[in-house]
């Protein structure tokens, strides 16, 4: 039991103090035995000197360390339950326990009170908030608790790995612009508009590669079939890795390397092997390079937004009519706002079905076979050519109030363009001329003026508010009530007449170019497009 209680003391006094790591966790423990001088207990080899007080009562004593911060035994228990608790939770980037990587610190605890507060430090940013849930649930599962407070926290680079990673990047320099083409929901034709807007790029006369770095499902390889198949002996020079070629657009995808094999991997094995693909890809001078993101906002997506030398240009989100669809599209634009990649485009695919392409052939047959009038032809192809939204009318507009992304392209259902992905040439090649063309076009046209605008933009609209008159006030002259600001809310949770009159921010954080994130006293959040409240911006 002294012994026991030795290696407590340790453990508590390390994680007492700010910035020290704790030690393993250790089992929930009882008073019996505190009388023991816990000094006299410590092993040889340890010198942290530990020295008792006089016991306070039913062999209770209380311990200081020789710096001397008091460290009351009732906190022993306490705060191993905590380490215990929080054992079970995982880096979800490294998969280990936060607490045998050291990464919890801070550790107030307040037993009588019900109260405890603790750090915990990730590898990576917890965006989603999943990782805080699951520590705040595993401590509110401690009989005594009853107010915990979680604060995440990322861990900086270490300098080794900042080094690695700018080593790795090498192949980036001469690449000017990068672009995500992301979806956050599988399923949406993502790859297909990444494919097809890089070779609209390279018509418009601009230099224009193509990364794929879905590891698990790449589907370059399908989608375009190279000039000649990668070759390790000619392709791996040193460290240095020749992209492939498609009629002149420059690609790599991990099924170019490897075609064969099905890659099982944990999250932590992944970021480094994207790392290594995108930097040491020799990618020469680019104008642009086009990145085929996985479905999701995981690890992948984190690791490339966090590169050195990997600087994100912007973002061109891909999504479909469906709600569920919108809703992935929401926390995937959080999600680059939050690590500073504006979304300057959205695609919506599969938006409607237009009978009059595929059928037209058959209709023309049909008119000639029965010898039908030109009122009756005519009639026949408004009948049958209505546009059908299959999967419901879209949600353009309301991506446009939230963010203020104005641009936006409605890409219809069509078998050609899946044909085409199938056959390895893409759409944009096969028929340069089709209106789905002109909106791939359409779409590279808007990409590079947002992008320069975004490198020449001027600031931001500066936005304070003036609590003696409760007015916003965008750029020391334009003023709006509070009020008034809140009532265009487009939320859906937002109700302007039942706005109280004394609303004010609270808390104003913008988002990339486009919105102004407001907490109001009242608790509500809104998101506003600059475009909505600012004269004149756009």
């Known amino acids: 039991?002294?012994?026991?209680?030795?290696?407590?003391?340790?453990?508590?006094?390390?994680?007492?103090?700010?910035?020290?790591?704790?030690?393993?966790?250790?089992a929930p423990i009882s008073r019996a035995g505190l009388s023991v001088p816990i000094a006299q207990a410590l092993p040889g080899r340890c010198r942290l000197p530990l020295r008792a007080r006089a016991p306070?009562?039913?062999?209770?004593?209380?311990?200081?360390?020789?710096?001397?911060?008091?460290?009351?035994p009732r906190e022993f228990q306490a705060k191993s339950e905590v380490l215990a608790a929080l054992a079970a939770v995982q880096d979800p980037t490294r998969g280990e326990s936060v607490v045998s990587l050291r990464a919890v610190s801070n550790v107030q605890v307040n037993p009588d009170a019900g109260s405890l507060a603790v750090t915990v430090m990730l590898s990576v940013p917890?965006?989603?908030?999943?990782?805080?849930?699951?520590?705040?649930?595993?401590?509110?599962?401690?009989?005594?608790?009853?107010?915990v407070d979680v604060t995440m926290a990322a861990a900086p680079p270490a300098e080794d790995l900042r080094a690695a990673s700018e080593k790795e990047a090498s192949g980036l320099a001469g690449v000017k612009n990068v672009v995500m083409c992301a979806s956050c929901k599988g399923g949406v034709g993502k790859s297909t508009t990444a494919v097809n807007l890089a070779?609209?790029?390279?018509?418009?006369?601009?230099?224009?590669?193509?990364?794929?770095?879905?590891?698990?499902?790449?589907?370059?390889?399908?989608?375009?079939?190279?000039?000649?198949?990668?070759?390790?002996?000619?392709?791996?020079?040193?460290?240095?890795?020749?992209?492939?070629?498609?009629?002149?657009?420059?690609?790599?995808?991990?099924?170019?390397?490897?075609?064969?094999?099905?890659?099982?991997?944990?999250?932590?094995?992944?970021?480094?092997?994207?790392?290594?693909?995108?930097?040491?890809?020799?990618?020469?001078?680019?104008?642009?390079?086009?990145?085929?993101?996985?479905?999701?906002?995981?690890?992948?997506?984190?690791?490339?937004?966090?590169?050195e030398r990997l600087r994100i240009d912007a973002a061109v989100i891909v999504t479909t009519p469906q709600r569920l669809s919108f809703v992935d599209v929401v926390k995937g634009v959080e999600m680059f706002d939050k690590v500073g990649i504006p979304s300057v485009a959205v695609v919506e695919n599969m938006a409607f079905l237009d009978p009059s392409e595929a059928l037209a052939p058959g209709i023309d047959a049909f008119v000639e076979k029965h010898s039908l009038s030109p009122d009756a032809a005519g009639e026949l192809r408004a009948l049958v050519g209505q546009r059908q939204m299959l999967f419901g009318t879209g949600h353009r507009q309301r991506l446009l109030?939230?963010?203020?992304?104005?641009?936006?392209?409605?890409?219809?259902?069509?078998?050609?363009?899946?044909?085409q992905a199938d056959a390895g040439l893409p759409y944009v090649l096969a028929f340069p001329a089709s209106p789905i063309a002109t909106i791939f076009k359409d779409l590279a046209t808007d990409l590079v003026r947002e992008v320069t605008q975004l490198k020449e933009a001027s600031p931001l609209p500066k936005?304070?508010?003036?609590?003696?008159?409760?007015?916003?006030?965008?750029?020391?002259?334009?003023?709006?009530?509070?009020?008034?600001l809140r009532a265009i809310c487009r939320s859906p949770a937002n109700d302007p007449a039942r706005v109280p009159a004394s609303i004010k921010p609270v808390e104003m954080t913008p988002l990339g170019r486009y919105a102004l994130q407001i907490v109001w006293s009242d608790g509500h959040q809104s998101l506003m497009p600059y475009r909505a409240f600012v004269d004149g911006f756009q």
């Open 199 to 307: 070779f609209s790029l390279q018509a418009m006369g601009l230099k224009v590669g193509i990364l794929d770095v879905d590891v698990y499902g790449p589907s370059l390889p399908t989608m375009v079939l190279p000039d000649r198949p990668f070759n390790p002996q000619v392709d791996i020079i040193g460290n240095r890795i020749l992209p492939v070629l498609a009629k002149g657009v420059k690609m790599m995808s991990i099924g170019f390397i490897n075609p064969v094999d099905s890659f099982v991997l944990r999250g932590a094995k992944v970021s480094p092997l994207v790392q290594q693909l995108v930097g040491t890809t020799d990618w020469g001078e680019l104008d642009y390079l086009i990145i085929d993101m996985p479905p999701g906002t995981g690890d992948i997506h984190l690791t490339l937004s966090q590169m």
């Open 1 to 26: 039991m002294p012994r026991r209680w030795a290696m407590v003391a340790v453990a508590v006094v390390l994680s007492s103090h700010p910035g020290c790591a704790f030690l393993p966790s250790i």
């Open 463 to 484: 936005v304070t508010w003036d609590s003696k008159s409760n007015e916003l006030v965008i750029d020391g002259a334009q003023r709006i009530a509070s009020k008034d």
């Open 401 to 419: 109030d939230m963010w203020g992304i104005a641009n936006s392209y409605s890409i219809p259902l069509l078998p050609a363009l899946t044909q």
């Open 126 to 147: 917890d965006l989603s908030g999943d990782v805080k849930a699951e520590c705040e649930a595993a401590l509110k599962a401690l009989e005594w608790v009853t107010t």
């Open 56 to 72: 306070l009562g039913r062999g209770v004593a209380r311990m200081t360390a020789a710096v001397g911060a008091e460290v009351d």
